[in-house]
């Protein structure tokens, strides 16, 4: 049973890496590294700035 739960999500994964550049699921860590350059001094000029934290999907 186990295996087929593992071979179920390692399925889902690929469908969800398969069409993406970097090909593979963005760590917890990137996502909150990304939101927090916002947060630094260096980001005081950006208003209203919408990241796409996507493992450059949107480039494609």
Do not use: W, Y
Not at 47 to 53: D, E, G, H, N, P
């Amino acid at each position: 049973m186990i295996d087929r739960i593992m071979g179920n999500k390692k399925k889902a994964e690929d469908q969800f890496t398969g069409p993406e550049p970097v090909g593979r699921i963005g760590q917890h860590e990137e996502i909150a590294n990304a939101g927090a350059c916002m947060f630094c001094d260096d980001a005081s000029f950006a208003t209203r700035l919408a990241i796409s934290v996507d493992g450059s999907f949107v480039a494609q």
